[in-house]
């Protein structure tokens, strides 16, 4: 996958690929990185098949994590490393107000992604879930990071705010398929 299918899909984007030049936009990875390692792990989990557990009686179970503290430990501190890596890929400091504004956007897109989803998971089952909330972050972060350098801060909100919805509808749509 590192060999192989980054580079050449990357290339399609950065560099002056095929995509680039008919105006498709990725900033720092969206689509080049998450998205490809995302169908990836699609396929990868098709084949593997569920989790022992996941599935009894033809329902899912949800499998909690075994550690919250270490899982909000590690969520923030993606979230922290997302500072370097959309600003980051700007590859200088020469424009500070573009840095800043992705900054911005990186954080509201985040923070968005993480309420929305709280919201939502609490409307739709009658209880909040931290694990899923981080889950939204998540989302909000992955979602944000094609267009942060290009999108205004209140736009960066909605883009959070479709992510963390997204994220938990996936999540039923997937528990569901099997």
Request: include cysteine.
């Amino acid at each position: 996958i590192s060999v192989i299918i980054y580079p050449v899909s990357g290339h399609w984007v950065w560099g002056g690929g095929w995509l680039s030049q008919l105006g498709f936009h990725d900033f720092a990875g969206s689509t080049v990185v998450h998205s490809v390692g995302g169908w990836l792990s699609l396929v990868g989990a098709a084949v593997l098949g569920p989790r022992i557990g996941k599935y009894k009686n033809g329902k899912a179970n949800a499998i909690p994590g075994h550690n919250l503290l270490i899982g909000t430990l590690g969520v923030f501190l993606l979230w922290l490393g997302w500072f370097g890596f959309n600003p980051g890929s700007t590859l200088s400091l020469s424009n500070p107000e573009l840095v800043a504004r992705i900054f911005v956007t990186t954080n509201a897109a985040a923070a968005a992604g993480g309420c929305a989803t709280l919201a939502f998971t609490w409307a739709r089952y009658g209880k909040p879930g931290l694990s899923m909330t981080f889950t939204g972050v998540l989302a909000g972060l992955v979602a944000i990071t094609a267009g942060c350098d290009t999108v205004t801060p209140g736009v960066a909100v909605l883009i959070g705010l479709i992510a963390g919805i997204l994220v938990v509808l996936s999540v039923d749509f997937f528990d569901n398929v099997a």
